[in-house]
T-cell receptor, first 112, second 114 residues
Framework: KQEVTQIPAALSVPEGENLVLNCSFT??????LQWFRQDPGKGLTSLLL?????REQTSGRLNASLDKSSGRSTLYIAASQPGDSATYLC???????????FGGGTRLMVKP | NAGVTQTPKFRVLKTGQSMTLLCAQD?????MYWYRQDPGMGLRLIHY???????AKGEVPDGYNVSRLKKQNFLLGLESAAPSQTSVYFC?????????????FGDGTRLSIL
């Protein structure tokens, strides 16, 4: 059974810092890996999706990398802002395409 | 363009009562999903559908039933609610799985079973 772990569970940083969120998964037979953002009381918003054949994806100040063989992904946030405060979730899709397994999330607070 | 809309947003039930959660999407997506989110457990897939008239079990299907009679709607039913089903329920949809399309989520239904 696929298991997804995110470290740290919570992170507090001052505005302007660059930061890295970590995600690890136990089964490397994945179709893709996705990073989501969840604001309190809201649903999930897709940030980046990396196909299993890709190494990284970038969107604005966000960069996600994937090392499928080692079962790891990182989400890099450059020049963090208070508006980045949210919970960040990673999820892996199995090769059958019918199961998206989520990590427990990293709760990020960026202080002004 | 509303995206994914969940109804209701909040509900309190007594043990043994039944109810139906409605998910509607206006993006013409083929795939729809129901998840539950619990503290310390993350999001877990309950049931999903790959098209109108189809449904399949996810990771935690027991105690729930679903129906996809119309492409735009996906219903989640609790026939006899139990306190263990207290959770936040999220519906999601996607156009395709195989071309890198992400899932779009609704804002959730917060359900408490007393």
């Amino acid at each position: 059974k696929q298991e997804v772990t995110q470290i740290p569970a919570a992170l507090s940083v001052p505005e302007g810092e660059n930061l890295v969120l970590n995600c690890s998964f136990t089964d490397s037979a994945i179709y893709n890996l996705q990073w989501f953002r969840q604001d309190p009381g809201k649903g999930l918003t897709s940030l980046l999706l990396i196909q299993s054949s890709q190494r990284e994806q970038t969107s604005g100040r966000l960069n996600a990398s994937l090392d499928k063989s080692s079962g790891r992904s990182t989400l890099y946030i450059a020049a963090s802002q208070p508006g980045d405060s949210a919970t960040y979730l990673c999820a892996v899709l199995n090769n059958a395409g019918n199961m998206l397994t989520f990590g427990g999330g990293t709760r990020l607070m960026v202080k002004p | 363009n509303a995206g994914v809309t969940q109804t209701p947003k909040f509900r309190v039930l007594k043990t043994g009562q039944s109810m139906t959660l409605l998910c509607a999407q206006d993006m013409n997506h083929e795939y729809m999903y129901w998840y539950r989110q619990d503290p310390g457990m993350g999001l877990r897939l309950i049931h999903y559908s790959v098209g109108e008239g189809t449904t399949a079990k996810g990771e935690v299907p027991d105690g729930y039933n679903v129906s996809r009679l119309k492409k735009q709607n996906f219903l989640l039913g609790l026939e006899s609610a139990a306190p263990s089903q207290t959770s936040v329920y999220f519906c999601a949809s996607s156009y395709s799985i195989w071309d890198g399309q992400p899932q779009h989520f609704g804002d959730g239904t917060r359900l408490s079973i007393l």
